[in-house]
């Protein structure tokens, strides 16, 4: 029997994705079931399904590997666990299923073979060159930490789809997410929410001009970009870094081979909708390729950047997900971006487990018939936007 699916609530007026189930049990899913969730991930980014607690770290796992049976790597492979990465300390893997992370806050004991653990919620005081003071943490202010999709990018390419699973949550609690870029841009959230915004609106939100630079532009990320990245600190809003000049130089990162580098178009085609994605991990580009010349400056490409996602990450195109236990989140990890978001304290927990798996295949180019209905006569100043 066909399960339900309710289009998610959100305030904002831009959120036009992401869907709820309430009548599906994960752990007895039918091939039907799995065919009808799979196209609505596709279809609409993000699918909650809530109330189940009861799911198992080998369902979730398997789950995940069903939108891609061929391929079975956690998507970072084992670059996260280089201790000077950035996201070392966020991800603990399972012992009987590594593929699927261990992640959260505060200590946990007896979880599925880790016999103790200190989780500890990523803080956007160690990510971000401006961080909040202490006094305004005390307040219930927050920020996003990093806006980003889960993928290595070096030597594997990104996953299809991530599932995130919340078993256990802190009590509910609102804070305000300052922006702190000059905007004066702020948003209500709940304690610990997790940050969506549509790769989809990203590119349609564009003027003209952007849209076709976008697609003319390739996309270059470090190797190692983790390591990389590991002394740099980020923008306030969580989307991409302050150039200082603190990324490792080659010769401080582990031996790069030229071939896993990674380099993608900026505009990416849903395998379902057909419909176009601008999807970028700010974070750890490297350079712009503009119609096959690279930009060859750090901050004007991060820069240039900005300009492309700034718009998608407005209060009003972010949906913020207001967990509750239980709650199993699968999204099209090719078609957002998210961000952990909250200022959690010593006496808060939160048990969280996450699976993605690293594909054998690149992302979906836009083609020039995919992009031909956003020609306009615009194409001719798109030349003039000063890169």
Partial sequence: MPFTIQPLKSAQPGVD???SISDLDLENMTDADFKQLEEAVYT???VVVHNQGHVQPETQYKLTKAFEPEVDTYGHGAQHRAEQ???ARDLSPLPAVPQVQLLGHGVVRNHYGIEERKLTHPSHRVFHKTPLTPEEEAQDKTRFYRWHMDAALYKLNPPKVTTLFGIKNPEPRRQTLQYDDGSGDTLDVQL???AFISGQRAFEILPPEMKELAFRTKVKYAA?????ISKARARSTG???VSEGKELKPEELPPIDESAIKIYPMLW???VTKKIHLQVHPAAVEDLIIDGKPMGDLEKVRDLLYKFQRPAISPENVYTHEWQDGDFVLFHNRGVLHSVVGSLKDTDTRIFHQCNLASAEDPIPVTEEDFAPYRTDADVSATAIKV
């Fill in 44 to 46: 609409h980014q993000v």
């Fill in 192 to 194: 610990g929410t997790t």
């Fill in 85 to 87: 990465s950035v996201i």
């Fill in 239 to 241: 989307l991409g870094m």
């Fill in 269 to 271: 085609k849903n395998p």
């Fill in 17 to 19: 994705f992401g869907v």
């Fill in 224 to 228: 190692h970009p983790y390591l990389w």
